[in-house]
């Protein structure tokens, strides 16, 4: 089981970025899979994460308005279209995956996700 993510780097602020997580094949009947972030000196926080069979995803209220999340089965491929980008959105990104269903309340807590990519670190700067 594999997730990896990609996509991260250098923007000025308000600029946009596209995330992008390649998920393996038996990841795909996971409840949820979404995006986390953690800044320097910060604990690990959910950003957003979308859900099988439902259609709508979950957003942290600092990114409503701004972020997107879909999800192509087809390619395997979770993105984050992240816009408005802001000083405080910088941070590593990991994407990450649920196999058991979550109830709502819980669907942005980092503790209740099993697998784990590799981090993409996303710098909003001038």
């Known amino acids: 089981l594999q997730l990896q993510a990609s996509g991260g780097g250098l923007v000025q602020p308000g600029g946009s970025l596209r995330l992008s997580c390649a998920f393996s094949?038996?990841?795909?009947?996971?409840?949820?899979i979404g995006w986390f972030r953690q800044a320097p000196g910060k604990e690990r926080e959910g950003v957003s994460v979308?859900?099988?069979?439902?259609?709508?995803?979950r957003y942290a209220d600092s990114v409503k308005g701004r972020f997107i999340i879909s999800k192509d089965n087809a390619k395997n491929t979770v993105y984050l279209q992240m816009n408005d980008l802001k000083p405080e959105d910088t941070a590593v990104y990991f994407c990450?995956?649920?196999?058991?269903?979550?109830?709502?309340?819980?669907?942005?807590?980092?503790?209740?996700?099993?697998?784990w990519g590799q981090g993409t670190l996303v710098t909003v700067s001038s």
């Open positions: 094949s038996d990841t795909a009947d996971h409840w949820h």
């Open positions: 979308i859900s099988r069979r439902s259609s709508s995803p």
């Open positions: 990450a995956s649920r196999k058991n269903r979550l109830v709502l309340s819980a669907l942005l807590s980092p503790e209740q996700y099993d697998y």
